[in-house]
Nanobody, 121 residues
């Protein structure tokens, strides 16, 4: 299994920046993909950005050009650099990873507990 520890959330004003980080630990053979999702009150959880293993990044249209996802494979950490934040970005942000516990085995999914990002107008 994998445990995810997130950090970097907080309260900022419109136009400011935050960097979220998520570090994975536990028993696993490999981390295949890492990503960020968010959920605002009364809204469905939505994809923000993903970084599939060995592939290019994917972003929600609403964050393209403002957010950047990156990965530190040596430390099993994924980052989300959020620039030009808007009130619409206010949500709980969740880290997600896909991982394997055996080579050639199924891919499991693990979620962080979430970190609050609040952007004031």
């Amino acid at each position: 299994q994998v445990q995810l520890v997130e950090s970097g959330g907080g309260l900022v004003q419109t136009g400011e920046s935050l960097r979220l980080s998520c570090t994975a630990s536990g028993t696993f053979i490999s981390i295949n993909a890492m990503g960020w999702y968010r959920q605002a009150p009364g809204k469905q959880r939505e994809l923000v950005a993903t970084l599939p293993s060995g592939s290019s990044t994917n972003y929600a249209d609403s964050v393209k050009g403002r957010f950047t996802i990156s990965r530190d494979n040596a430390n099993n950490t994924v980052y989300l650099q959020m620039n030009s934040l808007k009130p619409e970005d206010t949500a709980v942000y969740f880290c997600n990873v896909g991982f394997q516990i055996r080579r050639g085995g199924v891919i499991y999914s693990s979620w962080g507990r979430g970190t609050q990002v609040t952007v004031s107008s």
